[in-house]
């Protein structure tokens, strides 16, 4: 069956989004919604799988919205909320949940890195992660998956599923009218770029992180313009002029990573930077840089400033994206019911 076009992507409730953030995946998901119907979603049923304050957390979702919002996701022509407003994902991840196989759950690095040691302590929660993940994609249907690297193995977990719930299935779909048995889209990653892997401004061979204890190591969308032409002007670097094309640039992390910043926020090539800064110094290209930081970054701080003023509006804005993202889930989750052998009113 040929499923319609369909993006779904979901990002965790954190207060202190950055650069990273910003460059590998805001900027992707903004994009995709010239060319596709993209549902977006702040998935807080994901983030209590580890412990959150519930203030934080409330405040983390509004902020996070604010934030993509200001960057210029559109609420009218894209769908964003927060997951615990649709119900559809905790019932279909249950139905997941019976679908999933532990064996395939176990060998799921992201559990074992969050898990840590203490594994008997962890949450059931964080072990059943990846089928919310799934639900998450599969209540839409929804065929293409921006994520970062991190998440790879988690969306072939979510295709896996929906292969083994097509042919656990496969008589029920026929009978419910489904040609060929494809209840369920394999869906399919869209992995941003390797230009905009944006790695820590103290090491150039880690990735930029909310969790690294230094707030030198990162520009947060949070951030004043002073604030960023510091941590720019800051960051480390090597003692060499830049050089002139990209070859130049292996084994100078440091280096490719400030380049790499430039590029992707003037919208142009490692390359094309090094055809103008190529034989400078750090000394020069890093005010360029924090000019280029400030004016890309500072706007979209005030913006989101402005939004986070009325809370209620941003809570408006997410119950109405929670209502059509409801209205697309429901005909699909009857369909499951119907399929998996429930009782059930149809809505
Ligand atoms: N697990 C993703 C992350 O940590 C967030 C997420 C939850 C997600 N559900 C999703 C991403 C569905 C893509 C599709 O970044």
Redesign the pocket.
């Known amino acids: 069956m040929k499923f319609q076009e369909r993006v779904?992507?979901?990002?965790?409730p954190t207060g202190s989004l950055h650069l990273g953030n910003y460059l590998g995946a805001m900027l992707k998901w903004i994009d995709l919604q010239k060319t596709h119907e993209c549902i977006y979603?702040v998935?807080d049923l994901?983030a209590i799988t580890v412990w959150q304050d519930p203030a934080e957390l409330r405040q983390a979702i509004r902020q996070v919205t604010a934030a993509y919002i200001a960057a210029g996701l559109d609420p009218e022509k894209s769908i964003l909320f927060n997951q615990s407003q649709v119900s559809a994902h905790a019932e279909l991840a249950w139905v997941f949940n019976c679908v999933a196989r532990l064996g395939w759950l176990n060998r799921m690095t992201q559990f074992k890195e969050k898990a840590g040691k203490d594994r008997e302590n962890a949450s059931v929660g964080l072990y059943a992660?990846p089928n919310?993940?799934a639900a998450?994609?599969l209540a839409y249907r929804a065929t293409h998956?921006p994520?970062?690297d991190?998440?790879k193995q988690?969306?072939e977990l979510s295709r896996d599923i929906a292969q083994k719930f097509n042919n656990d299935f496969c008589a029920q779909i026929e009978a419910a009218g489904y040609d060929g048995g494809d209840f369920f889209p394999l869906p399919e990653p869209v992995i941003t770029g390797p230009a905009t892997r944006v790695m820590s401004l103290r090491d150039g061979t880690r990735k930029m992180s909310k969790s690294e204890p230094s707030e030198m190591s990162r520009i947060n969308l949070t951030d004043d313009n002073d604030t960023i032409a510091k941590k720019v002007k800051k960051a480390k670097t090597d003692p060499e002029p830049l050089p002139a094309d990209t070859k130049g640039l292996s084994g100078r992390p440091e280096a490719e990573n400030l380049v790499g910043i430039f590029a992707a926020l003037s919208g142009s090539q490692k390359a094309d930077v090094l055809a103008e800064f190529g034989g400078r110094q750090f000394s020069e290209f890093k005010p360029a840089l924090a000019d280029l930081c400030v004016a890309r970054l500072g706007p979209i701080a005030d913006e989101a400033r402005r939004l986070m003023d009325d809370p209620a509006e941003i809570d408006r804005i997410l119950v109405d994206g929670a209502d059509r993202a409801r209205a697309i889930a429901a005909p699909i989750l009857a369909d499951v019911k119907d399929i998996v052998g429930f009782v059930h009113a149809r809505p």
């Open positions: 779904f992507s979901g990002m965790q979603c998935v994901h992660y919310l993940m998450d994609i998956v994520v970062g991190d998440q988690h969306l």
